[in-house]
């Protein structure tokens, strides 16, 4: 049995999660590992392997009596500097192996170095390779009236040129609980949008959750949601117009990411010619109170704000 601490997305608590009662299997997972951390990590790992796999051999090599040609006697650097030029089946020529031993050794590396090229560069081809979404998300949430009905707002921005066609957002709000037999649990609640789906995600898009009667959140205010340490956990799935392959994209928003009685400031601005999306002010809130479009003279489209194309 072992224990093992998870941070997962940006949640209410911020909490981390402690796994406990799970076998561990050291290379379980390295596949799935080295093919999501990030690259700086990634280069790292192999750096590291590569570094070690040498060292090892020119320790194979540096134990044996004199087995390389032309190499100084004793000398761990001749053997780590021949062990690269047989690893990465380079061949300068001016070392070889002079026995058995070495031999060995020298058939050995070769077949890892060969194994361990082709498992690199099929991670390095299937990083470049894998599909990703650039989806901007607002980093608050706003709850506001809109067309009279108190609503959850957030936006996105799809922040590539090629757009998201057959786009589908679900809005799922997860929080604490307690069941009539007064079992605690975390429950999720998936939450109505206005609209759902986007036939071609190019710009920005608005998500609107009315909090009518038969909302979840009908009725909760910020304290409330910090009391039941309440997560919007937002999903945009979809096919990039340009790789035809479905991409995902996932943000998370925490009762201190939830902003109550304001709007999102207005990022479009409108000319005789040509429309300009300023995402300087994506992340930005005002006041209901301030007029619209008086702090950049915005031409308004539905939702306010952002226009969903």
Known sequence: MTARTRRTDRTAADREVLQVGLERRPFQDAYHVLLTMPWWRFFAVVLAGYLAVNAAFAGGYWSL????????PGS??????????????????????????AEVLVTVEAL????????????????????????LFSRVAVVAPYEGVPSLMFRMANARGT??????????????????????VRRLHDLELRRS?????????????????????????????????????ASLTGIDEGL??????????????VRWSVRFADILRSGPERLVIDYARFHDVVPLEEPPGAASGSVHTEPRGARPA
């Open 65 to 72: 009596a004199d087995p390389i040609e032309n190499a100084t």
């Open 76 to 101: 761990f650097r001749d053997c780590f500097f021949f062990s690269v030029q047989t690893l990465a089946t380079i061949g300068y020529g001016k070392m070889s192996p002079r026995t058995l031993g």
């Open 112 to 135: 890892v170095g060969m194994l361990g090229f082709a498992v690199t560069t099929g991670l390095v081809f299937a990083r470049f390779s894998r599909p990703t979404a650039r989806v």
């Open 163 to 184: 757009q998201i066609v057959e786009a589908r957002l679900r809005l799922t709000l997860v929080r604490d609980e307690v069941t009539a037999e007064g079992d605690p």
């Open 197 to 233: 789906e986007h036939s071609a995600f190019g710009l920005t898009w608005t998500a609107i959750h009315p909090i009518g009667p038969e909302s979840p959140l009908f009725g909760m205010d910020a304290a409330q949601l910090r009391e039941t340490l309440s997560d919007l956990i």
């Open 244 to 257: 035809a392959q479905p991409i995902h994209a996932r943000y998370a928003y925490g009762p201190a990411d």
